[in-house]
């Protein structure tokens, strides 16, 4: 088994970053005018680094499958986005988001990574203000702050429930900018079917025009993904319906190392499943715990008289409902990180107390924010803080004001009033940690080739807290990878334009050709969807919240034998030269039937608990994850070897001299 | 429930599109409308025939990427939502459903219900941002305080999710809710003030040149926006675009 080197910088953790800066190559402006980059993927991490490419003077192709770079999904983030700018004074730090951060991923991140990230964020947000973004403000015109799961300190910044939105339409802007200058060409309904590798080195992509279904080949100096994540393998999940894991999963055929991709972040506030003809979860943002509390009623009485519809939730009285999250860690409460609030809500529906039919649900409740909020309100404004209806009226107008979107969305969704009724919530795949492997440049283990924001697996360990997603996007796209790129393509000054008429190029157009010949023409029954939901399924019951070796050597066996079917029978109408929505999601689903069976492998292998990842086989007495750095405290990266099951498994040690391994207690 | 859909159907930009009826059964009132549509295209493809192709993908009101036109309204009966958000329970069993694109001579039909809306991005590209480099090298985010009424309103004109609604809604298919919602969002920050007359104006040149129609106000894009983007915004770019003609200098 071969380790791997991250190439991370010597010298202290907090000069690191600094030290490599100004030791790395740079190009001059007038090379970089000769140099093209093509950025796969348009979300905060895509978006961003198109745009910083662009203005640094590269010429970038920006590839998004969606119609407008607008659409990707970081759009739907909403809690916000962590920044050390300790505008709070409540003794936050760079150490401190470093510390909490590799804490909250329960020491399974690589340490220099994570410091670079503490340190750009508050970059980050100076950035952000002034392109426009409208954050949320206090009445003296600062900026405000909220608090977010696995941490002590306030140093959230929000934009409503809508704080991925705002950041987006701010890349996006400056990527308009820069597009509007003729630097960035975009590609809208673009799909990237392959890389292209030449000596060895990404040179470029193989894409389809959605539209017209037109096979295109596209040269660059370098190739960078930005994809997204891969939680729609499980097929419910808070994705959008487009996620998908192929361009991550088509440079891992090519070489790219897989990194960790059992590790993923059930979040625990989503809506609950309704019915089998679901297509998609939704998340209720993690900044409802702020406010809201958690819980199930204490007797089993009372929950056969909820889902039987004879009791309202409101009738429970308050020394009958068990605050299970505030009982269990009285030090973080309903704030406790993701994976252990998910955790204890499966533990209560588990154990029978789930408060809707299904079983598969527990209380947000936000009555005591709506008296706390009025009461405030009432007094600010001098009136009677004894007047219900009147503190009832202020609290709940508090509460529209910080959750307005989200109590919205809640109700068309299950249609009651969760200002009267406690929202229902029970956990829901969200996001990935695993993903594709990169070292301190941020570049895969293909020469020329990148992967940053989610696609990567580098900053969040086996657990991300909540608003880091964003943070990390941008820091990626903004601060990080437009300067680690400039130390590749400086040796590329003389290179010329890259020609896409080579054997490399043609043969990868005719591969991609060949699969997409393949689905029109098979002679299948059912359609793409029936195997996509038979595969989550699988995902969901032996690889989702808690997983054990059997379950998971039944769950690769399963997968397999689904793959093969798939190929039998799957049913593409249509043609491939035009636009045809089934076409582009069988092959999605093709990647994830082999990726699914990776991730099981995975977990697998890992047979310790650790953040997302619980083997059942590794818990304490009190059913606390139970880590094991003896024999686990690496990267696993896998390198693909013809079939996921023959994957070649490369492990990355992570050495820790900032931090102190701790056992993660949130008591 | 059980209803009658009529779909427009239409294979691709240059050829003829039609209504076609589509039967479908056994749907429940807790379902989208966009699952009842996943129902339908399942069915479809399972008898061999073509499905009906439609924009979506966040499915929950916020990435704008659904439209559709249902029953003379887009995004459907409900106010205040996308149609990915709007739920079967809007309907009653036995209902016949209409369902089209978006219709507007800058929103060509791509296929079926698809359109194509990138006459938006390009009203973008004329001006949608503010000249500052992704450098980091700015000054402090609380330097310069903004009033919060005022950083509320930008937040308010910034929620617009472009998914043109407003178009479709309006008899003359203006654009204008849409780029006033941007011309708004920059006109009440500070640091959006420095560019606002050259923004305001190649953005309402480049509208123009898009083939959008002009406002007449109706308000019917207000009554069907799904973000709740306020006319106020339409003002306030008229405003701040009469203010940019008065003052260009030459």
């Not at chain 1, 939105?165 to 400056?174: H, P, R």
């Not at chain 2, 003359?172 to 959006?192: R, W």
């Not at chain 2, 894009?221 to 306020?230: A, F």
Request: with cysteine; charged share 25%; glycine share 10%.
């Amino acid at each position: 088994m071969a380790t791997l080197d991250a190439n991370i910088p010597k010298g202290p953790l907090k000069d690191k970053w600094t030290n490599h800066k100004n030791n790395i190559n740079l190009v001059n402006p007038a090379n970089k005018r000769n140099i093209d980059i093509i950025v796969v993927g348009t979300g905060l991490a895509g978006g961003s680094a198109a745009a910083t490419l662009a203005e640094l003077g590269y010429n970038v192709k920006a590839f998004c499958f969606q119609d407008s770079p607008r659409r990707a999904h970081s759009i739907a983030a909403q809690g916000g986005i962590n920044a050390a700018k300790n505008y709070q004074g409540d003794g936050d730090s760079i150490y401190r988001l470093f510390y909490d951060t590799v804490k909250g991923g329960d020491y399974r991140s690589r340490e220099a990574n994570v410091y670079r990230l503490a340190e750009v964020s508050a970059n980050i947000i100076d950035q952000c203000v002034a392109q426009g973004v409208p954050f949320a403000r206090e009445y003296g015109g600062l900026l405000d702050n909220r608090s977010f799961g696995g941490v002590l300190v306030s140093r959230t910044f929000y934009a409503k429930g809508q704080t991925g939105q705002q950041l987006l339409l701010g890349a996006y802007s400056a990527m308009n900018r820069q597009i509007g200058r003729g630097k960035i060409k975009m590609y809208n309904r673009h799909e990237m079917m392959d890389v292209v590798k030449v000596d060895g080195k990404a040179r470029g992509i193989i894409a389809r025009n959605l539209v017209t279904g037109e096979v295109e080949r596209h040269g660059a100096h370098a190739v960078v993904v930005g994809s997204g994540g891969y939680g729609n393998i499980f097929f419910l999940s808070t994705n959008a319906m487009g996620s998908n894991a192929s361009a991550a999963w088509k440079i891992h055929k090519k070489g790219a190392y897989f990194a960790n991709p059992c590790f993923t972040q059930i979040h625990p506030t989503c809506i609950p499943v309704s019915g089998d003809l679901q297509a998609k979860l939704t998340l209720m943002s993690e900044s409802l715990r702020n406010d809201g509390r958690i819980w199930v009623p204490k007797k089993k009485e009372d929950v056969e008289a909820i889902r039987s519809g004879k009791l309202r939730p409101t009738q429970i009285k308050e020394e009958d409902r068990d605050y299970y999250l505030e009982r269990r860690y009285p030090a973080f409460g309903n704030l406790v990180p993701r994976d252990v609030a998910s955790r204890a809500a499966k533990e209560r529906c588990d154990a029978g107390y789930g408060v809707n039919q299904t079983g598969e649900a527990v209380y947000l409740d936000f009555s005591s924010a709506i008296e706390r909020y009025g009461k405030e309100a009432a007094h600010v404004k001098g009136l009677d803080e004894n007047d219900k209806s009147l503190v009832e009226k202020l609290g709940k107008e508090a509460v529209a004001n910080k959750y307005g979107n989200l109590f919205q969305m809640y109700e068309k969704i299950v249609d009651e009033n969760p200002y009267e009724t406690p929202m229902m919530i029970y956990p829901a795949v969200h996001y990935t940690m695993g993903g594709v492997w990169v070292d301190y440049n941020l570049m895969t283990t293909v020469p020329g080739l990148y992967a940053i924001g989610e696609a990567n697996f580098s900053d969040h360990g086996a657990n991300r807290l909540g608003a880091s997603a964003l943070m990390q996007g941008l820091a990626d796209g903004y601060f990080v990878l437009p300067y680690t790129i400039g130390d590749y393509l400086s040796g590329d000054i003389r290179t010329g334009a890259i020609s896409t008429d080579t054997k490399e190029f043609e043969l990868a157009e005719k591969e991609v050709i060949e699969r997409l010949d393949y689905f029109v023409n098979n002679k299948g029954e059912k359609p793409v969807d029936f195997y996509h939901k038979r595969l989550g399924k699988i995902m969901w019951n032996k690889c989702g919240m808690s997983r054990n070796a059997e379950t998971l050597k039944s769950a690769i066996d399963e997968i397999k034998a689904l793959r093969e079917e798939f190929w039998k029978g799957v049913r593409v109408p249509g043609t491939r030269n035009e636009f045809n929505e089934e076409l582009a999601k069988a092959g999605r689903v093709a990647d994830f039937m082999e990726l699914g069976e990776l991730f099981a492998k995975d977990a697998l292998e890992r047979e310790e608990s650790c953040g997302g990842h619980f083997r059942e086989e590794s818990q304490t007495e009190e059913g606390e994850a139970k880590r094991d750095d003896e024999n686990y405290k690496y990267v696993a990266a896998w390198e693909y070897k013809g079939e996921p099951s023959e994957a070649v498994l490369h492990k990355e040690d992570l050495v820790y001299e900032n931090i102190e391994l701790k056992t993660r207690s949130y008591k | 429930m059980n209803l009658t859909l009529k779909i427009w159907r239409q294979k691709n930009s240059n050829s003829k599109g039609k209504m076609v009826d589509y039967p479908i059964s056994d749907i429940s009132p807790d379902m989208s409308f966009l699952e009842m549509l996943d129902v339908l295209n399942n069915q479809l493809i399972e008898k061999g025939e073509e499905p009906v192709a439609f924009d979506h993908d966040c499915r929950e009101g916020i990435c704008g990427m659904c439209s559709l036109y249902i029953n003379g309204e887009a995004h459907g009966p409900d106010r205040g939502v996308t149609t990915c958000q709007l739920h079967m329970r809007k309907f009653k069993d036995g209902d016949t459903i209409y369902i089209e694109p978006f219709r507007a001579k800058a929103f060509p039909v791509v296929k079926d219900l698809a359109v194509d809306r990138s006459a938006f991005d390009r009203i973008q590209h004329a001006g949608g941002y503010i000249s500052v480099n992704t450098s980091g090298n700015t000054q402090d985010a609380n330097s310069l305080p903004v009033q919060k009424e005022h950083a509320d309103r930008a937040f308010d004109a910034a929620t617009c999710i472009g998914c043109g609604a407003c178009v479709a809604s309006c008899k003359n298919s203006s654009a204008m809710l849409y780029v006033s919602a941007k011309i708004s969002q920059y006109a009440l920050l500070p640091q959006g003030k420095v560019e606002a007359e050259e923004r305001v104006q190649s953005m309402v040149n480049q509208m123009d040149a898009e083939g959008f129609g002009n406002c007449s106000n109706t308000g019917a894009c207000e009554v069907e926006c799904p973000k709740g983007i306020s006319l106020e915004n339409i003002a306030r770019m008229n405003r701040e675009y009469f203010k940019a003609k008065a003052s260009t200098k030459d």
